[in-house]
Nanobody
Framework: QVQLVESGGGLVQAGGSLRLSCAAS????????AAWFRQAPGKEREFVAA????????IYAKFTQGRFTISRDNAKNTVYLQMSSLKPEDTAVYYC??????????????WGQGTQVTVSS
């Protein structure tokens, strides 16, 4: 079991930046792959990015277009999502997720409660 708590969401103007954090507790976090997903109102939850156990390999959704960076600090049991050049269409609830299997864009076993990101135009 691993528990995940997101933070860092908020209101930002288009073109601005935010860094989301996901603090993990429970089992050794370095054993887990970590990922970020998002869900906009009226839309399905979608994959944003994932990072492997060591932090050396990452996967991104095409829409991130180099604007988002996922990273992790296993000493702090924390995963980050740095978002820049934000657009109104990035408005969504952002979720942190964890799993034991690398390379997946769905089917994660553990989820946080989400943090709201709102980008104003």
């Amino acid at each position: 079991q691993v528990q995940l708590v997101e933070s860092g969401g908020g209101l930002v103007q288009a073109g601005g930046s935010l860094r989301l954090s996901c603090a993990a507790s429970g089992r050794t976090f370095s054993s887990f792959v970590a990922a970020w997903f998002r869900q906009a109102p009226g839309k399905e939850r979608e994959f944003v990015a994932a990072i492997d156990w060591s932090g050396k390999s990452t996967i991104y959704a095409k829409f991130t277009q180099g604007r988002f960076t996922i990273s992790r600090d296993n000493a702090k049991n924390t995963v980050y999502l740095q978002m820049s050049s934000l657009k109104p269409e990035d408005t969504a609830v952002y979720y942190c997720a964890a799993d034991l299997v690398w390379g997946r864009r769905s089917g994660y076993d553990y989820w946080g409660q989400g943090t709201q990101v709102t980008v104003s135009s």
